[in-house]
């Protein structure tokens, strides 16, 4: 099964349940309103460093922000001894 991003990560949920907008985050991160509501609806998604970063501005833990059970492996894939 091929990993297609949808979903992946929750940012957007976060910012509701604060009850903050993009514009606020944007402002936080230095960025543009546009990345950030790509980001939300999952059109693109933030490095790492950016989702730690936001993880600590919003004060949530890396993994609230990421939906794990979204990533997939896939099942064809066989790791071998070299």
């Known amino acids: 099964m091929v990993n297609d991003n949808k979903n992946l990560n929750r940012i957007k949920v976060v910012l509701a349940e604060k009850n903050l907008p993009n514009k606020w ?11 950030i509501s790509k980001w939300c609806n999952n059109v693109a998604q933030p490095p790492l460093e950016t989702l ?20 997939h492996t896939p099942d064809s ?6």
């Open 25 to 35: 985050l944007a402002e936080q991160l230095g960025r543009d309103q546009t990345t």
């Open 77 to 82: 894939i066989v790791l071998k001894n070299v």
């Open 52 to 71: 730690m970063k936001i993880a600590h501005i919003l004060e949530v833990n890396l993994n609230d922000l990421v939906r794990f059970e979204a990533l």
